[in-house]
């Protein structure tokens, strides 16, 4: 499949994922959105083995990032753990996904509705997060930025996040030394918590408006979002970071376990 937007064929992406539906993982229907006569669903894979944590990662929140939703069959082809439970949701918005918006049908940013929980898609998000209790969650987003980098909430041990930074970069990702909004970041690829960013989602849950990222840090459980290059040409270097990310998390994570 190719990143390029125009080309995306949203029911062709559907039964790329339905075909994992085996041994390994169980795929599912969580909801079908309509729109324009077609049915978009929300799908959930999950992998079949039996353990103790349980990595949750979200997929395609905003349709128009396509890097992090063409990335979930490479996840899934190189998923191996047997000690952590991978749970994925995809597209997370499946009508931004086709029409290649950030907005869903009704024209919502459903990563700005963690409060009021209006749009279909963020209850399937809550509802999901509510039954699977998930360690880590892994949101794959893309950016303008040059390079990846990644937003971590507080409850992402510092030093975990520095050596995901690692990982990312000894797999060939070019990590960004600014975000999005030009700030510097040290070290390069990371944008953790911090006083600021806490009270800016402090702000913002006062205008009844929140993001994964701080809805999962209300549950005490750490979350990174992945901000992927969007302006690479290259299709393998897009899809890069976010198959590596949720390996290394899953790596980490394991490490609970044991």
């Not at 953790?192 to 913002?204: D, M, N, Q």
Request: contains cysteine; glycine residues 6%; positive net charge.
């Amino acid at each position: 499949m190719t990143t390029d937007a125009a080309a995306f064929d949203l029911d062709r992406y559907v039964a790329r994922i339905r075909s994992f539906d085996g041994a390994r993982f169980a795929v599912a229907t969580e909801v079908t959105i309509p729109y324009r006569g077609r049915a978009h669903p929300v799908l959930s894979v999950r992998s079949r083995a039996v353990a103790s944590k349980t990595l949750l990662v979200l997929a395609g929140v905003h349709g128009d990032e396509s890097a992090g939703i063409l990335a979930v069959p490479p996840i899934l082809e190189a998923w191996s753990s047997e000690v952590v439970r991978l749970v994925v949701i995809t597209p997370v918005n499946p009508v931004g996904a086709a029409q290649h918006s950030r907005a869903n049908a009704a024209g919502k940013d459903i990563n700005r509705d963690f409060i009021r929980f209006a749009t279909v898609e963020a209850r399937v998000v809550r509802d999901v997060f509510e039954r699977e209790r998930p360690d880590f969650v892994v949101s794959l987003h893309e950016g303008p930025q040059e390079g990846t980098f990644m937003f971590a909430n507080r409850f992402v041990d510092h030093a975990l996040a520095r050596g995901l930074c690692e990982a990312l970069a000894a797999g060939g990702t070019v990590l960004a030394k600014r975000d999005y909004f030009g700030r510097r970041l040290d070290p390069p690829g990371l944008a953790p918590a911090s006083v600021t960013t806490r009270a800016i989602w402090k702000l913002l849950a006062a205008l009844r408006t929140k993001a994964t990222l701080a809805y999962s840090a209300d549950r005490s459980v750490p979350e990174i979002v992945l901000e992927g290059a969007s302006r690479m040409a290259d299709e393998a270097a897009r899809l890069r970071p976010h198959v590596d990310l949720v390996a290394a998390v899953a790596e980490r994570v394991a490490g609970w376990s044991r």
